[in-house]
């Protein structure tokens, strides 16, 4: 089946280590994007890619890092500098910018202890 | 991207239609009104969208002011699967290069 995958669907890690969540599509996608959502809130914006080798910072990239090597996959990394970082991770992708919808990932629940 | 506003919650009857409300009355000429829905611990999930015409698909209706300035997401017989969190969104495309602005939606909890 095409789709999404995210793994683990849930993540714990002690306070200042870096974690990577993963995320994998097979949609043949050309765009991804990984969202923050906090309990109650809605999804923010961490970063995003349109192509291979290329990506950009949304509105809260403090803390966390990206690769795009491959265009099926677009890691994560939750870095010690990121303040809190318990939350719930979503992946998405699209096709070129322009598309009519994002598909999401079953999401990461990251708790740091 | 404009800013949306939905109410809080929102409760409806179990086989009747349930009408989300959404205001965007910032909303620029070139910008669509997107539909997502999330429900408890998952990824959101596409529902529908427009720009000035009114739209249906097999889970939904769109309905947009002549005025653009507000829309009503219709799910015609809802069924206690529909419980979820309903966003709505406008932006000029729906995988344009600054994502999607996800606001706190709309918590639409169907009735038995």
């Known amino acids: 089946d095409g789709g999404i995958t995210q793994s683990p669907k849930y993540l714990f890690r002690k306070e200042g280590q870096n974690v990577t969540l993963s995320c994998e599509q097979n949609l043949n996608h050309d765009a991804m994007y990984w969202y923050r959502q906090d309990p109650g809130q809605g999804l923010r914006l961490i970063y995003y890619s349109q192509i291979v080798n290329d990506f950009q910072k949304g509105d809260i990239a403090e803390g966390y890092s990206v690769s795009r090597e491959k265009k099926e996959s677009f890691p994560l990394t939750v870095t010690s500098a990121q303040k809190n970082p318990t939350a719930f991770y979503l992946c998405?992708?699209?096709?070129?910018?322009?598309?009519?919808?994002?598909?999401f990932g079953p999401g990461t629940r990251l708790t740091v202890l | 991207d404009a800013k949306t506003t939905q109410p809080t919650s929102m409760d409806c009857a179990e086989g009747r239609a349930a009408n989300l409300p959404c205001n965007h009355s910032t909303i620029s000429g070139n910008e669509y009104v997107y539909w997502y829905r999330q429900i408890h611990s998952q990824g959101p999930q596409y529902i529908i969208h427009g720009l000035k015409n009114n739209e249906t698909n097999e889970m939904a209706s769109l309905i947009i002011t002549e005025d653009r300035k507000s829309s009503t997401l219709i799910l015609p017989h809802a069924t206690l699967r529909d419980t979820a969190v309903y966003y709505c969104i406008v932006s000029r495309s729906g995988g344009g290069a600054d994502g999607l602005t996800f606001g706190k939606g709309t918590h639409l909890i169907i009735q038995p």
């Open positions: 998405a992708s699209s096709r070129a910018r322009g598309s009519d919808e994002q598909f």
